[in-house]
């Protein structure tokens, strides 16, 4: 993907290690042409951290997430998101 992502899709999981859980955050987005491209993937760490790491990657994005708490973080707009049946949108 040479241009900014115009939508970013995010998600979570757990990773069960030896004696402890691990947070895994994945973002991937979605520009021109329909590229994917990963855009950051992180370990433990929360996604208010992760937005620094995907800033210059993306332009003004529409965020499609399930209702992880945090995710909304990860672009400005959170006054612009709404929910239906657990699923986060947002967008301009």
Not at 9 to 14: E, I, R, S
Not at 46 to 55: C, D, V
Request: aromatic content about 4%; some cysteine.
């Amino acid at each position: 993907m040479g241009t900014k992502a115009d939508l970013i899709q995010a998600d979570g999981t757990k990773a069960h290690g030896l004696g402890r859980d691990n947070d895994v955050n994945v973002v991937i987005g979605i520009g021109e042409n329909n590229d994917k491209k990963l855009l950051a993937c992180r370990v433990n760490v929360k996604w208010e951290e992760m937005r620094s790491e995907i800033e210059d990657k993306v332009n003004n994005p529409y965020l499609i997430a399930d209702g992880e708490r945090g995710i909304p973080s990860l672009i400005e707009k959170e006054d612009n998101f709404h929910s239906h049946r657990g699923l986060f949108a947002a967008g301009v």
